[in-house]
Nanobody, 116 residues
Framework: QVQLVESGGGLVQAGGSLRLSCAASGSIFAINVMAWYRQAPGKQRELVAYISSFDDTNYADSVKGRFTISRDNAKNTVYLQMNSLKPEDTAVYYC??????????WGQGTQVTVSS
């Protein structure tokens, strides 16, 4: 089994920065994909960014140039550095780990609130 624990959320003013962390524990395979999703009130959950074990990354258009995803494989941790935050970035941010085709895990979520 795998557990994902997110941290780093909070309240920040527009233009500010936050860094989210997601630490994975349990049966972690060497090859996997870790990602950040977010869900704003009344909206569907959406992909923010993902990073593979080989450091391949992809970002939603809405966060390109502002957010950076990275990972520390030795610590089984993925990070999301969020700069130039906007009120529309307000959401619950979830960490996701996928390995092979049948193992799919989610964290409990961390709230990010950006005030204008």
């Amino acid at each position: 089994q795998v557990q994902l624990v997110e941290s780093g959320g909070g309240l920040v003013q527009a233009g500010g920065s936050l860094r989210l962390s997601c630490a994975a524990s349990g049966s972690i395979f060497a090859i996997n994909v870790m990602a950040w999703y977010r869900q704003a009130p009344g909206k569907q959950r959406e992909l923010v960014a993902y990073i593979s074990s080989f450091d391949d990354t992809n970002y939603a258009d809405s966060v390109k140039g502002r957010f950076t995803i990275s990972r520390d494989n030795a610590k089984n941790t993925v990070y999301l550095q969020m700069n130039s935050l906007k009120p529309e970035d307000t959401a619950v941010y979830y960490c996701r780990l996928q390995q092979r085709s049948e193992y799919d895990y989610w964290g409990q979520g961390t709230q990010v609130t950006v005030s204008s």
